[in-house]
């Protein structure tokens, strides 16, 4: 999905927003495939947290809250079968390109 910040420190917490868009008419694959995605990457080892939400105001939108305990975790997490497949099946389902949020805590 995203490779870790190149100068960051491999142990620090890293916090992700993956948007989705479901093509008109594959929603409903679009939600399956990222329920799947979320069942098999909760139990990743470094996972903290790893939540899909519908957009409540853009039908057809699915935002993923990922939490890693490093950018090692997310890496090892990204290079798992169970995120390839997933990427290979949403390609046809898409309407876009995945965009992701890099997330930076203020405090």
């Known amino acids: 999905m995203t490779e870790a ?5 491999a142990t620090t917490a ?4 993956p948007v989705f868009e479901a093509k ?9 495939l990222l ?13 903290l947290e790893y939540s899909v939400f519908n957009d409540a105001e853009a039908p057809g939108t699915f935002l993923l809250y990922e939490k890693w305990t ?3 975790a997310l890496d090892v997490h990204n ?3 169970h995120v390839k497949d997933f990427l290979v ?12 949020h890099r997330l930076d805590p203020l405090s």
């Open 70 to 72: 490093s950018s090692t």
């Open 35 to 47: 329920s799947e995605l979320q069942a098999a990457s909760r139990l990743d080892d470094g996972c």
């Open 89 to 100: 099946a949403a390609k046809g389902v898409m309407a876009r390109d995945l965009k992701v």
């Open 79 to 81: 290079e798992q079968q």
């Open 14 to 17: 890293v916090h992700l927003i």
């Open 24 to 32: 008109r008419g594959f929603e409903h694959e679009l939600s399956r």
């Open 5 to 9: 910040v190149p100068g960051a420190p």
